[in-house]
């Protein structure tokens, strides 16, 4: 099968990221390659591009790019700063969430319209999956991952109705655990939507690797560089909207973010890319002050 993702505010972020062309950029979410490939377009001869991903089965995809310009490697969030030196980037980009080959994958069981295996894991060699965790975790951890990760009012309700479902037998697939949500006639929004981002954010620790990404992201950006956010959902928005506007400062002084703007997908785009629908781009340029 030939998986292809649409890059979300694609023209937005290439003209807000990269204000040199001969400059150096990092891309923390390489993906199927879509914003990587049009930054490398954009940038000149001597321009370069860096690029990472946690999931072990992108490598493949970045293999394919034949540029002297671009470098690829294996890697998460939170190792950015040991990877890249200090003050050396022109500019950071994180396109959050999951990208179109693991949503369209069943296997990777990350899609309640897909039947697979539950494991939702970006890097799926290792720690645990989706599947260990919700045959093992109590009704009082569902329902917190529910609720403060999946964002979903009904937490208590789904955590027992869990419970309930375990005692006949294993949830082993996304039909498995789709099924226990089942929409009541028509539904805009399907209610297992927000049991599955909050396990995914759990067994991904995706609000700790943001976190530490963000501060790295920081570390090897240079004066005048462009932290550049996508994110997909309000939690997560949350903690990139307070990164830029107090909580960087909780680590760096000397350092401002400045120039601070969000962006939002126009109506063309929302509609010939529906993931597009909720995302949310945040640009910030670094200013060294001392
Ligand atoms: C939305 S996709 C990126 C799509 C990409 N921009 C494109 O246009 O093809 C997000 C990617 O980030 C990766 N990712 C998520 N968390 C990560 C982390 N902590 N470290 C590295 N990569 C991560 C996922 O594996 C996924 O491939």
New binding site residues.
Partial sequence: MNYS?E?VLLKETLTNLIYDKSGSYLD????????SKKILENLNSDGSLYS????KE?KHYANLIKDERFNFQT????NISSLFSKKTMNGVLF?????S??LDKPERGFSFMREGELDMR?DNSSGMSAKEWINTASEKELADVFYFLGEERKSRQYAKKIIQARKDTNISSTKNLAELFKPKGFQKKHPATNIFRGIRILI?N?FE?LKK?LISAIKVLKDRGILAVISFHSAEDRIVKNFFKKDYKIFFEGINLKNVNKIKPSKEEKLTNPRSRSAILRIGEIEYVS
């Fill in positions: 993702h890059p923390c979410t390489f993906g199927l390659g879509g914003h990472i991903d946690k999931d992108v890697s998460t969030f939170s396109d959050l969430g999951v990208s080959l693991q970006f991904n995706e690797e990404g």
